[in-house]
């Protein structure tokens, strides 16, 4: 019984598409501690999505299902849930958030209201005006905007309502799904600064999925790599973004901070991302690796711990545990 | 003198909400352009950004104010006049999958681009797909939309945009789309085309950093006016206004990559320089 | 091309649709082009129930039940698709015109489109069998000016949704005029729903036709089911299967013309998922 809100431990995860079966998550493992602050950066395809899914089981039971690995949400194994205790579980310990806001409310339905749902359903015991305008204080909107249909607020205000509703719940983690990206990048700023003030006042821990290297850099203390289903590097915020050691997480890197070579070209990772489900042996990134060799291409790498502080490990054949291709300066 | 590629002046677009709310999108916006040049327009939702570019594609005709097109009002043409004025400048799109037909293939698509400056031959079709990237062109002629990547649709377009032969392009968030892996890739293509074509491009963003890689000028936008323009250096790094301020302040920073683990004797990317 | 195939074959109920309209074709082919036993003919064996020489019964004038609606299938059809056809074209150009230049022009072809859905079918049909007499032809108008409203409304809608995406815009940019963009950009794009109304508008045919030979003002001389029906209606209790055969019939016809209609709607909807 760890201090972990969740764990995810050699999670395998598919789901059954136009009778194809696709391999969502490969033996993820994964931990949010109570209070931290954890990214999760990938794109298109990685599987960084499902995986917020399946961590609320949000997941279909007839197309999905957990081929392997464990679940643990507040210490308690959530692997084997059925709908009725997930429903229990969602909201508290662990409320979700997405991406667009105005898909996730309902657009008949006065914003209040909908707070007040979520207030009623998890604390019935309290008075349920006061604590709408209490969260509505808390996510800085001001108090008028209970009697508002979502289409009348603007983007921002919408992403506060959704996170109003997911701390109504006093949730232990709050997992956010791509939050800002439909919001301008002065919107953005404003709630990335609302998810800090908000973790600090409640406690709260948080999972931050992304594909923006920049809101998980500022947001997060650690920080975890996906590409095409797998983790492939992890550990703390600085240790891997000023000393990335696998070949996607650094051209990820170089992507977004538009590094340039000797010619003025800018620095890229050739190829396109992988579609989803297409299960390789070995390394899914071995594709599009500038320094793939023939072990990439049998076998998935194991995991190898490259700093005890900062808990930077990765899976890249690059990184031997035996040390051969250690730490550069 | 030579008149400058496009010449956007004193140009405004009100819209009409409700049939008493309108929205003054564009508010007396002037810009120019000329030939070469790369200016990027930056602006967030609602800054009309969008609007002042279908105006200068000739898509949507001004309030007030004028196009001028090397010097012709494109609005006041017409004909084989307005044919010309329109074919100089391309549109390049957010949305790939929108920007094709989805019932026509590659070399449909590049073929009617093509006609535009008369005859059109399928290995110019396929010498346009390989100079975007699509190796071999004869392979990808028959492709439609739905059959090519994300990457390569984007390409497409570019490829179509490149097919009549124009002297401006304007790319309304052209990376917005796009993964952070690939959005290198077509960088580095504008970037190709803009060098070995001489281009001019306008490139109509929200994302800062693609305008600061890439443009010569900018321009801010805020609610329909520019608020701030000039050299991409000086603005990007001493703001006057206090908008851009603003709007620079709000972008996350990354920690600076000191240095990629590499096996002895690996260098991380040919020559990688800041 | 493929893709519409996989999709189409597998929605089962279209395909079984598909099957029996095929079926029904096939068997007007074959009583068309070889000769046998005539409808029409009277025979003394009459009012008799279904036997092995006669399986669907035959009527009061001793014409056999089955070979009728075998005869019958013709009429059904050919209604059904001409009218389809009429439907579907006015409505496709008055629906792409009005979805297209929008403005006045939409405004006055949808309004147009209104009064033709207001009028009742049946006074309409009336009216105009009573000005120029019962026939088939009348029939098939009748349908075609009833029917054009609803494939018209969708038509403009999906020209209304194709017209803005960005790559009408690009070819505009290419100089292209604005008519050539209509017809060779957007309604291509926007025929598939339309299409699939079109298939629907046969099975609406083909029940107006019955309705209308039932009263007495479609063609009195040619074999038709709603004739059938119309004969048949006297004898219900006592020789049931003058009434029930052809009404089946009837009702079977229109249910695979619907289930054909939807899945063929899925089927070129190219989000559809393929497969079930």
């Not at chain 2, 196009?67 to 006041?76: I, M, Q």
């Not at chain 3, 064996?45 to 001793?62: C, F, K, W």
Request: glycine share 8%.
């Amino acid at each position: 019984m760890s201090g972990n809100i969740l764990e995810l431990t050699d999670l395998t995860f598919s789901y059954t598409s136009r009778g194809r079966t696709v391999r969502a998550l490969d033996a993820v493992s994964l931990f949010v501690a109570a209070g931290e602050a954890v990214g999760l950066v990938g794109e298109s395809g990685s599987g960084k999505s499902t995986l917020a899914r399946v961590a609320l089981g949000l997941t279909p039971a007839q197309f999905a299902r957990i081929e392997a690995g464990q679940i643990q949400i507040d210490g308690r194994d959530a692997t084997h849930y059925s709908e009725d205790d997930w429903s229990r579980m969602r909201g508290n310990p662990v409320a979700i958030v997405f991406q667009d806001p105005l898909s996730y409310l309902n657009p008949v339905m006065r914003v209040g209201q909908q707070i007040a749902e979520s207030i009623v359903r998890h604390t019935p015991e309290l008075a349920v005006a006061p604590r709408v305008r209490e969260l509505l204080e808390l996510v800085k909107l001001p108090a008028v905007c209970a009697t508002s249909y979502p289409h009348e607020l603007s983007g921002g205000m919408r992403q506060r309502v959704l996170l109003a509703i997911a701390i109504a719940c006093r949730p232990k983690l709050l997992i956010a799904d791509e939050p800002t990206t439909a919001l301008d990048v002065t919107t953005q700023a404003e709630i990335l600064g609302l998810l800090a003030e908000l973790r600090r006042r409640l406690d709260m821990a948080m999972l931050l999925i992304s594909h923006d290297l920049g809101i998980v850099a500022q947001a997060c203390e650690r920080i975890y790599v996906m590409y095409a289903g797998r983790i492939v590097e992890w550990g703390s915020t600085s240790a891997v973004f000023e000393t990335p050691a696998h070949p996607y997480a650094r051209g990820l890197l170089h992507a977004a901070n538009a590094d340039r070579d000797s010619e003025g070209r800018f620095v890229t990772i050739p190829g396109d991302p992988p579609g989803v489900g297409v299960a390789p042996i070995g390394c899914p990134f071995a594709l599009r690796c500038a320094h793939a060799m023939s072990d990439c291409t049998k076998q998935m790498p194991p995991a190898v711990l490259l700093d005890q502080a900062s808990g930077h490990t990765v899976r890249c054949w690059l990184h031997r545990s035996d040390g051969a291709g250690g730490p550069q300066g | 003198m030579t008149p400058a590629l496009l010449d956007i002046v004193d140009v405004s677009k009100t819209f009409r909400r409700t049939r008493t709310e309108v929205v003054q999108a564009v508010r007396s916006v002037s810009l120019t352009i000329s030939a070469g040049e790369t200016v990027a327009l930056i602006g967030e939702s609602g800054s009309g950004k969008s609007t002042l570019g279908r105006m200068a594609l000739g898509l949507l005709k001004p309030d007030s104010g004028r196009v001028l097109v090397e010097g012709r009002s494109l609005y006041d043409l017409s004909g084989a006049d307005l044919r010309s004025a329109r074919v100089a400048m391309q549109p390049v799109f957010q949305d790939a999958t929108a920007a094709l037909n989805p019932r026509r293939t590659a070399r449909e698509h590049l073929l009617q681009a093509l006609a535009v400056r008369g005859a059109a031959t399928e290995d110019q079709a396929a010498a346009l797909l390989e100079s975007v990237g699509l190796q071999p062109g004869s392979e990808y002629l028959n492709r439609f939309p739905h059959e090519l990547s994300g990457g390569q649709r984007q390409r497409l377009t570019v490829a179509r945009a490149l097919a009549p032969q124009p002297r401006l392009i304007i790319a309304d968030e052209p990376l917005s789309g796009a993964d952070v892996s690939i959005r290198g890739q077509i960088l580095n293509l504008l970037l190709d085309i803009k060098r070995e074509r001489g281009i001019a491009y306008l490139l109509i963003t929200h994302d800062i950093s693609v305008a600061r890689a890439f443009s010569d000028r900018v321009a801010i936008m805020r609610r329909g006016e520019i608020v701030e323009m000039g050299p991409a250096r000086l603005v990007l790094t001493q703001p006057e206004h206090e908008y851009t301020r603003h709007l620079l302040a709000a972008v996350p920073a990354l920690p600076a990559t000191r240095s990629s683990i590499a096996r002895p004797g690996h260098r991380c990317a040919p020559g990688l320089a800041r | 091309m493929r893709s519409f195939w996989t999709r189409f074959l597998g929605n089962r109920a279209g395909v079984i649709a598909g099957a029996y309209v095929l079926a029904l074709i096939l068997v007007m082919l074959v009583v068309g082009l070889v000769p046998g036993p005539d409808p029409n003919a009277i025979t003394p064996e009459v009012m008799r129930a279904p036997s092995i020489e006669h399986p669907l019964g035959t009527d009061e004038l001793g014409r056999d039940v089955l070979i009728s609606i075998a005869h019958g299938i013709k009429v059904s059809l050919s209604v059904g698709f001409a009218a389809a056809l009429g439907a579907t074209a006015i409505g496709i150009l008055v629906g792409s015109m009005a979805g297209f230049f929008g403005g006045a022009i939409d405004l006055i072809f949808m309004r147009v489109s209104e009064i033709f859905q207001v009028v009742p079918s049946f006074i309409l049909a009336a009216v105009i069998v009573a000005l120029s007499g019962p026939g088939l032809l009348q029939v098939v108008v009748v349908i075609s000016l009833l029917a054009w409203p609803q494939v018209a409304r969708l038509m403009r809608g999906e020209v209304m949704r194709v017209k803005q995406l960005e790559f009408v815009d690009a070819v505009r940019c290419l100089g292209v005029r604005e008519t050539a963009i209509l017809t060779g950009e957007v309604i291509p794009n926007a025929l598939a729903p339309s299409v699939a109304a079109g298939t629907l508008v046969v099975a609406q045919a083909i029940l107006l036709e019955a309705a209308l030979s039932f009263f007495g003002l479609s063609s009195v001389d040619i074999v038709s089911w709603g004739r059938m029906l119309n004969s048949g209606q006297r004898f219900l209790f006592n020789a049931w299967w003058l009434s029930v055969f052809p009404g089946a019939a009837i009702f079977l016809t229109v249910l695979a013309f619907n289930l054909l209609g939807d899945a063929l709607g899925s089927a070129l909807n190219p989000r559809t998922p393929s497969g079930k």
